[in-house]
């Protein structure tokens, strides 16, 4: 359930909820269950939705949501009809964790017949 608290927080917000200066950094916010709602990514997102997605990043499993809590949660309970999700922050998240591949290629003018 850690891992869909991740992808949700990624999914709202359209950044890493533990991101850091380094991976070290990174690291240990993760194992020390450190992270935050800045509002400049959250701003327009219900506090039944940040209010779930802290169910899941509780750092101890016996204490995070089970599936069945998680369907039951009001978030999920109200939010069953379709509402618009702003994706141009979930874009940006991608783009900067997409390798960019930049390599020559050989090529030849010679044929082999």
């Known amino acids: 359930m850690w891992s869909v608290g991740v992808f949700l927080y990624v999914f709202l917000s359209g950044v890493s909820p533990f991101l850091d200066d380094s991976e070290e950094e990174t690291s240990a916010n ?3 269950g450190d992270y935050c709602f800045p509002e400049d990514y959250f701003r327009g997102i219900s506090a039944e939705a940040i209010v779930f997605v802290q169910k ?3 750092l101890n499993p016996e204490e995070r949501l089970t599936v069945d809590q998680c369907l039951a949660a ?4 109200q939010n069953l009809r379709v509402s ?3 994706t141009s922050r ?3 998240f991608v783009d900067r964790r997409t390798p960019k591949v930049n390599f020559a290629v050989p090529t030849s003018k010679f044929y082999v017949n």
Do not use: E
Not at 74 to 77: A, M, N, Q
């Open 90 to 92: 979930l874009q940006n």
């Open 30 to 32: 993760i194992l020390k």
């Open 84 to 86: 618009v999700i702003t």
């Open 56 to 58: 899941l990043l509780v």
């Open 74 to 77: 009001p978030w999920i309970v």
